[in-house]
């Protein structure tokens, strides 16, 4: 969601205002940092950072910031750090160009509708473009910032998503990312109160635009995981079979402790019934270890169902406490060695269950889009259902989708020959 805000942001900006990028900051004449304020390290990272591109910047450069940790600190970074030019919240960096004009412009209102925005395209990406189908989360997930950030969900209209989509496409665009805080909750809200439409009608329009190839979203919410959106995930051809479902916590008292809204077995169930229907799919999920109230036995459901549901990718956190959720009122149980420890043992575990899975990949043939070239020369994309994959190549496979077998693997990626 960040990176597609600053694409946003850039293309504004080179678009209506001729900038062009640059990766050397003494060169820039304005730099902007897009911020992240879902766990407590990136904010504290955020004023070393300032303070170090203050000096290396040149002197008549301008300094933005950008994103969530500046809709929830708002003037403050510019008190703080008084070289700051100004400051846009997460959902409104579509102000871009109106900011860099006028020092200590300040604007993190959450309240404002940007849909009419979200649609800039950006050249640099040939084969494959974000799009945002929702902005903000109506959730209250105790334990998440993003709601006080992002603001309440607003779906896209089908039509721009569609038209966006369409136009991509015809400039030799194969695969999109739709993207939203809870994608499969899409079309519950729009600003027009007459715009109707669900997640699985607009993934069925979006699969009808002939030249695109490949869709993928991020993130679903488990609760809204039912059997239609199972059905239409595995038959839809052009769905990669490769979904992120993120779990957070194993133990169903936790859960609701951080108001999930589902249980453990509800989580199981989801997963059976795309593995039943997919054997090939692979399963990513997000996992928060030691909330202020996880017992040993609540972390025990975790280990369980990351033992069941073999997760091809997991990202892991400890949970960090954030200004004004619920969950930062609530007395912890869990001692800070007791939190890495569980870490580590989520991290083990699934090392193991990652190293089997990528060894038996040997011999197996994927569909592979080719998207770059790393430094090597060798060709790199991603499967269908999301694994990295190399590949040597004689002839330009760039933007192709290439049947691959496997002949080497690695922890985190593939090696192997185009047939
Ligand atoms: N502490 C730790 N991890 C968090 N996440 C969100 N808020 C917190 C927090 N307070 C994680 C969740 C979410 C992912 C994007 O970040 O797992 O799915
Ligand atoms: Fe945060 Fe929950 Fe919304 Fe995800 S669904 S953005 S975790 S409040």
Redesign the pocket.
């Known amino acids: 969601m960040n990176e597609k805000d600053s694409e946003n942001m850039t293309a504004e900006l080179s678009t209506k205002e001729n900038y062009k990028t640059t990766s050397a900051i003494n060169e820039a004449d304005l730099i902007i940092l897009n911020t992240c304020s879902v766990r407590e390290k990136p904010v504290s990272k955020l004023f070393s950072r300032l303070g170090t591109i203050n000096k290396q910047k040149k002197h008549t450069a301008r300094i933005g910031v950008c994103g969530c940790t500046a809709s929830h600190l708002s003037e403050e970074i510019i008190k703080r750090a008084p070289y700051v030019d100004f400051v846009l919240g997460a959902r409104n960096v579509s102000k871009i160009t109106k900011a860099i004009k006028q020092k200590g412009f300040v604007d993190v209102d959450i309240n404002y509708d940007e849909t009419t925005y979200l649609f800039k395209g950006f050249e640099n990406q040939t084969y494959k473009r974000k799009i945002n189908i929702s902005i903000g989360?109506?959730?209250?997930?105790t334990?998440?910032?993003?709601?006080n950030t992002?603001g309440t969900e607003i779906s896209i209209p089908k039509e721009l998503i569609i038209n966006e989509i369409s136009k991509a496409a015809d400039s030799g665009v194969v695969e999109v990312l739709l993207l939203g805080?809870?994608v499969n909750n899409y079309g519950k809200t729009f600003s027009n109160k007459n715009i109707k439409s669900s997640f699985v009608q607009l993934l069925r329009d979006i699969s009808k635009i002939d030249k695109l190839k490949r869709i993928r979203f991020a993130?679903p919410?488990p609760l809204h995981m039912d059997d239609e959106f199972i059905d239409e995930f595995s038959k839809n051809k052009k769905i990669c079979k490769n979904i992120h479902i993120?779990l957070?916590s194993g133990s169903t008292k936790v859960l609701q402790d951080m108001r999930?809204g589902y249980t453990k077995q509800w989580f199981i169930n989801r997963c059976e019934r795309i593995k039943e229907k997919l054997p090939n799919v692979r399963i990513s999920t997000d996992i928060i270890v030691a909330f202020p109230t996880e017992t040993q036995k609540d972390f025990e459901d975790t280990i369980d169902v990351i033992k069941k549901v073999q997760f091809d990718q997991i990202f892991n956190f400890k949970y960090s406490s954030r200004p004004n959720t619920q969950a930062s009122f609530l007395k912890t149980i869990v001692t800070d060695d007791i939190a890495s420890n569980r870490l580590e043992q989520v991290i083990q575990l699934h090392k193991e269950q990652i190293d089997k899975k990528m060894a038996s990949t040997i011999d197996k043939s994927y569909e592979v889009l080719f998207e770059q070239k790393n430094k090597n020369g060798d060709f790199v994309g991603f499967s269908d259902n999301g694994y990295q994959i190399h590949s040597k190549n004689t002839k330009d496979i760039l933007g192709k989708i290439k049947e691959v077998k496997i002949t080497n693997f690695h922890r985190t990626y593939l090696e192997g020959l185009v047939s």
């Open positions: 989360c109506d959730k209250s997930c334990f998440c910032i993003v709601p992002r805080q809870n993130s919410h993120p957070q999930r």
